[in-house]
Structure formats: C-alpha cells, structure tokens
C-alpha cells in the first residue's frame, strides 16, 4: 500500500514539473507581449528569476520608452543579482540609474551597481582588479550622494576591500623577502607603509622591513653595507619608538646588534 503511494506522489510530482515546463514554454511561444510581460512579473514575484528573466528578454523592446520600461530595468537588474550574476547585474543596475536618473530607486542602483562590484571583489590572494574598481564605484556613489544613508555603509566596504588591498601588499612583500629578494622586499614593504599610512599591518610591515633591510645589508658588497645597515637602524628606531611592547623585540633586537657589531668592524 505504502509502496503504492510513492509512486502515486512520484507520478503526480512528474506531471506537474512536466505541466510547468509545457505552460512556460506555451508563454514563450506567445505572440501576446503583454501576456508575457504579466507572466514575468509573476514570475519574479514567485522568485523564479531566471524564468521572468527570460520572458523580459523579449518584451523589453516591444515596452521602450513606456512607463512599464522602468519598472522591467528594476528588476531585470534585480533578477541578475539574485542569481548572483554579480557582473551583469552591475551593468543594468548602473544602467538603470544612468537611464532614468529621476526614477524613485536611481539612489539605490547607483549603489546596487557599486555593491556588485564589491561581491566581485575576489580573495586577496587573487588578481585585485576588481577590488580596485569596486573602491572606485563606491567612492563614486559616495561622491553623487554624499548626504545618503548609505554613505556609511560604502565606507565601511571600501575600507573592508583597502584591507584586502593592504594584505596582498603585504604578502608580496613576505615573498620577496622568502625568495632573498631583499632590495624588492624593502621597497615593497615601503610602498606598502606610504599608500596605506594608517594600515593595521604597519607593525609587520615595519619589521619585515627591518629584517630585509639587515639581510640586503649583510650581503651587500662592503662599500655599500654602512649605508644600509644605518636604513636598518632608522627604521628600528621608528619602530621601537612606535611599538615599544612589540611581540618582534626580542628579534628586531638581535638583528640590531648584529647590525652594530658589523658597523663597528666597518
């Protein structure tokens, strides 16, 4: 009996996935561009977004320059971010507020379109290219509406992507310290420190910078090792006054006098 049952619900289950599939391809087949258009509203209301994606594909240009124009663009932006088609979804969304800039929701695309971006952004190990324009678009929106409610919001973004910035600088610095590249690592470690002043990895970075600073001293050719050795040490001293309890003391201190024992037999 039980046995039975399931077959019967397993049966009744296929016919209406079958019905569906059948109703939906008899609505893309139709001549009746309104009909389409009120069948992709329902749709989208049902949160099946490919589906009303699709059927808008086709009326969008039988509704241009209509009132129900604007309203299709809104959510055919939508439908693309819900999908997480994050690419897409920012160019109809920065389309949208470009097109119909008086439109009740130009504010909220503007930032929709900046906010892709941001979810495009990848891990900091990635290429950074789109963190870099994800700041930019969120700063653009900042500058368009700075008195908006969401100003708060795109700072805390940008300054989550300047982190994910900070960290790929930092470990490309590492690397070149591991691979005994020490002048790249120096200069690395330094750019790092000047693009990003108040970066929360200044404390690293300025220790790694000591450190690459000693070894690219070390093995340096003997006219050039006082030089370096004196960089070395203005930089500790800049770092001993900044991070006196530091967790790097006990080594920045043995490499400090390594580094004056050398000066002492230069």
């Known amino acids: 009996m039980f046995k039975n049952a399931g077959y019967l619900i397993l049966i009744i289950l296929i016919s209406v996935v079958l ?65 997480k088609e994050y690419i897409m979804a920012s160019y109809y969304f920065n389309r949208f507020s470009k097109t119909y800039p008086r439109n009740e929701h130009a504010e909220e695309c503007a930032f929709m379109a900046a906010k892709c971006k941001y979810l495009e952004s990848p891990d900091f190990k990635l290429d950074q290219t789109n963190t870099y324009e994800a700041i930019n678009e969120l700063q653009l929106y900042i500058n368009a509406y700075p008195y908006s409610e969401r100003v708060e919001n795109c700072n805390e973004l940008i300054d989550e992507l300047r982190d994910k910035l900070q960290k790929k600088e930092l470990e490309i610095a590492k690397l070149y310290l591991k691979m005994d590249r020490y002048k790249a690592a120096v200069t690395s470690f330094e750019n790092l420190l000047k693009l990003y002043p108040d970066t929360p990895y200044r404390e690293d970075a300025m220790f790694y910078t000591i450190k690459a600073y000693y070894y690219y001293a070390s093995k340096s050719v003997k006219k050039k090792r006082r030089e370096r050795y004196m960089e070395a040490k203005e930089t500790y001293d800049e770092f001993v006054r900044l991070y006196p309890e530091s967790k790097y003391n006990r080594d920045v201190e043995y490499m400090v006098n390594r580094v004056n024992k050398d000066l002492e037999k230069l």
């Open 19 to 83: 019905g569906s599939c059948s109703s939906y391809s008899k609505i893309q087949k139709s001549q009746d561009y309104k009909f389409k258009y009120e069948k992709a509203l329902e749709y989208y209301d049902k949160t099946d977004y490919y589906k009303a994606m699709t059927l808008f594909d086709q009326v969008i240009p039988f509704y241009r320059g209509k009132p129900e124009a604007e309203a299709i663009g809104y959510k055919y932006a939508y439908a693309y971010f819900y999908q």
